[in-house]
């Protein structure tokens, strides 16, 4: 079966935004996931939260449910919980679940819930046109703080990890194949996916020329069932290199499994 | 042995320090009369702490229908000194003081006929009737109509719902969740309903203003939900242990943006456990949220009740299509939306939408027809009317008894939508009088302004504590006379 996975909704992100990047790594991943029958088309459900990034489930054909800011990961949690066999996705941003709804993001790491969250991480609110967020880095001169940000930013990887996460990864926007490598090996994870995707924001905060030049994949080799090292790996001096891939991927009871039990 | 007793009413009082077992002995007692056919009403009255402080059980009995608790003891049953002092002044002439302790010793006084309390739960009971809180058998509702799950996060008094059902979880069936926070709470219900599971959640008002914005979601998105909202003393954290009625107005406009939804406030045990299955019933037959609003006397008193499992039915929604079937694909979201689920910002859209969403009034209108949204108590023929809504029915309808002259009872069961025929019809050219647990008197508000009829006489109480039946007679009978 052919899958038809665009719909007529028109595409209203800033011209060469990499969410577009991201809308179609994830349209070839589901695409790959369900012809090698790993998913049904119709058990996959794509949340959203509210920011830029949560115009995706508009220009996805497939179950989708935008919730309120930041609240997407509850909802998503309520869905796997009432239909076991759902595959549930959520996209989104670091205002919506690092931001207003990050209690909700530690909490599900902590349970181990069966879902999948993909940050678009901008480091920047940028649909309500361009403040400083929990991922800005200190100094950022932003519409809210016009002098430069006097907060350090989150480590969103070490804040999952160090919350129980059992599947944690990072990925760059531009890497179609990286990216959509990265969400599958997530949806095939059993437990709670956390992946970075580094979306560099052109109109508000453009770090494209800064991430090129720092982004490497890590090795095949490198070990991803100690937590000691991936908190370690995820640390990295961000101004030096930043890693991409899978730092963090083990096998734990999940919470709809336990609740089942 | 009914000399002493206000007519045919005796009240017990046991007191003594958080962790004695006051509560307990109370139940224990007031259960062995129940089971014995007597009508039995219990109070609590407790501090927001865990070890010491002074806790107060009080019972009220009867051979016949009791509706509430009196103030005045017949007997007071006293774990420490502390409690003799406190109640000293409540004590009728020639009542008994039981002192001695601990307090299971009670069973040396001779004319009390719960004398034996040791071997009490050994003895045959009366089991046609339960003793029950209004928290436990609205619980007791919501599983006759099918509950998949209830969510919530612990705040007095709606915790002991929560405990309830927790206890009555099966590996295939019920699940009961306790997520980080009420946002968490109410969200992962919508993804619940979302996907096709019949959910609950219950707080007290508090949490539910912190569940605001996604109750407003559920209307937008029309998704079924039922929310137990428990009142106490307000506002803020208030008086975490006493009641009020004064979230009417909030609840009624809770969430922001206009979208239909329902408010059923019941007045006892009974109607707690109706207004439970009602609630879950009607949130699945009109995708909307339901809320069933109580209060701390509602939730944790006891009374006397029969709770009828086979009058409920679970009535699903066939129309509703979920994530997980073929072909179908299912769109949900807090955006304004077209029919498939698409964002829109068109007016004509936007309006359709509003149109769309408000097109089931006329249904849910239609569905009240067969519902008791507002009952008629006492003498239907009176020209003297007591309106009331929530757990004022109990403390009214006992105060009755004493009524000098005779009195229709206009219990406001429904708060939204509001039947204003019916109550305009029942309160037109009478002599009214408003009770509430409130200082800004919201139902006489409510009653204005939806029938344009200005209740002058209203008996508001703000001070935490119950409506005391006597009390209530005595202003009453004193403002008719």
């Not at chain 1, 007529?8 to 589901?30: D, E, H, M, Y």
């Not at chain 1, 920011?51 to 935008?66: A, E, P, Q, R, V």
């Not at chain 2, 209060?295 to 709770?307: A, F, N, P, R, W």
């Not at chain 2, 703000?462 to 209530?472: A, K, Q, R, T």
């Amino acid at each position: 079966m052919e899958l038809n996975l665009g719909t007529k909704i028109k595409i209203t992100w800033c011209p060469g935004c990499p969410n577009s990047q991201i809308l179609v790594a994830f349209r070839r991943a589901v695409t790959e996931l369900v012809s090698e029958e790993k998913i049904k088309i119709e058990n996959l459900v794509a949340f959203a939260g509210i920011g830029c990034h949560g115009k995706i489930s508009d220009y996805l054909n497939i179950n989708s449910f935008t919730s309120l800011h930041g609240r997407l990961i509850p909802a998503m949690t309520g869905a796997k919980c009432a239909n076991p066999e759902l595959t549930i996705v959520g996209f989104s941003g670091d205002g919506d679940s690092l931001d207003e709804g990050v209690e909700h993001l530690i909490h599900s790491a902590k349970r181990n819930s069966d879902i999948n969250i993909f940050i678009h991480d901008n480091r920047v609110f940028a649909l309500t046109t361009g403040q400083a967020d929990a991922l800005s880095p200190k100094g950022f001169k932003s519409k809210s703080t016009p002098f430069g940000s006097i907060e350090e930013p989150f480590n969103p990887l070490l804040l999952v990890l160090s919350a129980g996460a059992t599947f944690v990864a990072r990925t760059y926007a531009g890497d179609f194949d990286g990216t959509k490598r990265i969400m599958q090996e997530a949806v095939k994870h059993k437990g709670f996916s956390f992946v970075d995707i580094i979306q560099p924001c052109l109109t508000f905060f453009d770090t494209r020329d800064y991430f090129k030049e720092k982004i490497y994949w890590l090795g095949e080799d490198f070990p991803t069932n100690d937590l000691k090292v991936a908190m370690e790996k995820v640390q990295e001096k961000n101004n030096e290199k930043v890693p991409l891939g899978i730092f963090y991927n083990i096998d734990k009871p999940t919470f709809e499994e336990e609740l089942y039990k | 042995m009914f000399e002493n007793a206000q007519k045919d009413i005796l009240t017990i009082g046991v007191g003594g320090a958080a962790g004695d077992g006051v509560k307990k002995a109370g139940i224990k007692i007031a259960d062995f009369l129940r089971g014995r056919g007597y009508e039995v009403y219990v109070s609590f009255e407790y501090p927001s702490l865990i070890r010491g402080g002074h806790n107060f059980t009080r019972l009220s009995f009867s051979k016949n229908r009791i509706w509430c608790d009196h103030s005045k003891l017949d007997i007071l049953i006293a774990s420490n000194e502390e409690s003799v002092g406190l109640h000293r002044s409540e004590l009728k002439e020639g009542a008994k003081i039981i002192t001695d302790m601990p307090l299971p010793k009670i069973s040396e006084n001779p004319e009390i006929i719960f004398s034996d309390i040791e071997n009490m739960s050994k003895m045959p009971f009366d089991t046609k009737t339960e003793l029950i809180d209004g928290n436990t058998a609205f619980a007791k509702g919501l599983q006759a109509a099918g509950l998949d799950f209830y969510l919530a996060y612990p705040m007095t008094p709606a915790t002991s719902i929560l405990h309830y059902l927790a206890s009555k979880q099966t590996p295939e069936g019920l699940k009961v969740i306790q997520p980080e926070n009420e946002i968490s709470v109410i969200n992962m219900a919508l993804g619940m309903a979302y996907a096709g599971k019949r959910a609950a959640v219950g707080t007290a008002t508090g949490g539910f203003a912190l569940m605001q914005e996604a109750f407003s979601f559920a209307g937008m998105a029309e998704l079924p939900l039922v929310v137990a909202v428990a009142q106490r003393q307000a506002p803020a954290t208030g008086v975490p242990t006493r009641s009020s009625q004064s979230d009417l107005r909030f609840v009624i406009h809770a969430g922001h943006g206009e979208f239909p939804r329902i408010v059923i406030s019941p007045g006892d045990s009974e109607e707690s456990f109706r207004a439970g299955a009602d609630a879950l019933n009607l949130a699945w037959k009109f995708q909307v949220p339901v809320i069933v609003l109580l209060d701390k006397i509602l939730s944790e008193h006891l009374m006397t009740s029969v709770l009828d499992e086979n009058s409920i039915s679970i009535e699903r929604n066939e129309n509703i299509i979920f994530p997980g079937t073929p072909e179908k694909i299912v769109k949900v979201t807090s955006y304004e939306h077209d029919e498939n689920g698409f964002t829109t910002d068109k007016p004509e859209d936007i309006k359709k939408a509003v149109e769309r969403r408000f097109e089931k009034m006329g249904k849910i209108e239609e569905e009240m027809q067969n519902i008791e949204t507002v009952k008629i108590l006492g003498d239907k023929e009176s020209e003297n009317v007591v309106v009331f809504f929530g757990s004022t029915k109990c403390p009214v309808l006992e105060a009755s008894k004493y009524f000098d002259k005779p009195a229709k009872l206009v219990q406001i069961v429904w708060l939204e939508p509001f039947d204003a025929e019916k109550v305009k019809k029942e309160l037109e050219n009478k002599r009214v009088i408003c009770i509430e647990g409130n200082h800004n008197g919201q139902l006489a508000s409510l009653i204005r302004e939806k029938t344009g009829i200005e209740i002058k006489d209203k008996i508001l109480k703000y001070n935490s504590m119950p409506f005391d039946p006597m009390e209530l007679a005595e202003k009453i009978n004193s403002l008719w006379s």
